[in-house]
């Protein structure tokens, strides 16, 4: 079993900034791209930003220089700095990693429960 936990969302006012971490836990051989989705009300999830297993980050066009992806491989966790934010980056904010489990023969998603960050004054 593996389970992957988000932390970190609140209400922050436009301009202000947040950060999110994320950790994944339990049958982990190795763990490949990690990245962070974020789902609006009425929308669909997005891909928000992702980090593979060697730092190497893929940005959505939206928070490209304003959101910073981070991971810590020694604690299979990966972070989100969020900058500079936004009425419209409100969502539930979702963690995901590829991971490869003992005795499994290819790696496979797990997903976050997800975090809710509010941008509002």
């Known amino acids: 079993q593996v389970q992957v ?5 609140g209400l922050v006012q436009p301009g202000e900034s947040l950060g999110l971490s ?4 339990g049958s982990i051989v190795m763990i490949n791209v990690m990245g962070w989705y ?12 992702i980090v593979g297993s060697s730092g190497n980050t893929y940005y959505a066009d939206s928070v490209k220089g304003r959101f910073t992806v981070s991971r810590d491989n020694a604690k299979n966790t990966i972070y989100l700095q ?4 936004k009425p419209e980056d ?7 990693v590829n991971v490869l489990p003992p005795s499994a023969v290819a790696p ?11 941008v509002s004054s």
């Open 5 to 9: 936990v988000e932390s970190g969302g």
């Open 22 to 25: 994320c950790a994944a836990s």
């Open 38 to 49: 974020r789902q609006a009300p009425g929308e669909e999830r997005e891909l928000v930003a």
């Open 82 to 85: 969020m900058d500079t934010l």
């Open 90 to 96: 409100t969502a539930v904010y979702y963690c995901k």
């Open 108 to 118: 496979r998603d797990y997903w976050g429960r997800g975090t809710q960050v509010a």
